[in-house]
């Protein structure tokens, strides 16, 4: 079992940058293939990132595509999402989860789920 702890949100203008950090504990952290979801009131929690538990391979939605960068670094069991050229429809509730099964986008696959952590950007 996983615990996950996001930090790094907050406010910040268009185009400006941000770095999220998932701090997570346990010896198996890097069994762990790790997701970002974000999600804004009145919406779905939607998929951001992933990555593989070795961090050979990520993976992105469309909308963040090119922006946005997850890396992960096993020694630290920590996850980063690199968050550049932020916009405004980039404001949610951001979410750091795990899983031991290799996926994607697919939220329900997320057995474990830090409690968030706000980004907000304004125009």
């Known amino acids: 079992q996983v615990q996950l702890v996001e930090s790094g949100g907050g406010l910040v203008q268009a185009g400006d940058s941000l770095r999220l950090s998932c701090a997570g504990s346990g010896r198996t952290f890097s069994w762990y293939f790790m997701g970002w979801f974000r999600q804004a009131p009145g919406k779905e929690r939607e998929f951001v990132a992933a990555?593989?538990?070795?961090?050979?391979?990520?993976f992105y939605a469309n909308s963040v595509k090119g922006r946005f960068t997850i890396s992960r670094d096993n020694l630290k069991n920590t996850t980063y999402l690199q968050m550049n050229s932020l916009e405004p429809g980039d404001t949610a509730v951001y979410y750091c989860?795990?899983?031991?099964?290799?996926?994607?986008?697919?939220?329900?696959?997320?057995?474990?789920w830090g409690q968030g952590t706000q980004v907000t950007v304004s125009s």
């Open positions: 990555i593989s538990s070795s961090g050979a391979s990520t």
């Open positions: 989860a795990a899983t031991r099964r290799a996926t994607t986008g697919a939220a329900n696959d997320y057995a474990y």
